[in-house]
């Protein structure tokens, strides 16, 4: 590694070598990665007028009923699913389930 490499570009040098070698990756070269997290609360659409009309205090109804499970995303994949929980004066996502890969195909299908 030269000493301008980013570290993180090196790890990925190396994980690229290891992947070409045929090795299987060690999971200690991943724990360490960062990947986005994003909680859904519901969706709706919206015609662009309303959109515009849109101000402070506006009310946007979304397609999910009160009480019913949020969706954890890690990364564009569905995680899990929680409800919402206030932790001091903060919000937070308590886990009630946890999608396994059979589920998700499932609920695909």
Do not use: C, W
């Not at 999971?27 to 015609?47: C, H, K």
């Amino acid at each position: 590694m030269s000493q301008s490499q980013d570290p993180m570009e090196a790890a990925f040098e190396e994980l690229q070598q290891v992947i070409a070698n045929g090795g299987e990756v060690p999971l200690g070269m991943l724990l360490d990665l960062t990947l986005p997290v994003s909680i859904e609360l519901g969706r709706t659409s919206m015609t662009v007028q309303e959109i515009l009309r849109l101000g402070r205090g506006s009310v946007i109804q979304l397609e999910r009923l009160a009480g019913e499970p949020i969706d954890v995303y890690v990364g564009d994949r569905r995680f899990a699913e929680g409800e919402v929980v206030v932790l001091g004066e903060h919000f937070g996502v308590r886990l009630t389930r946890i999608i396994t890969k059979k589920a998700a195909t499932e609920a695909a299908a």
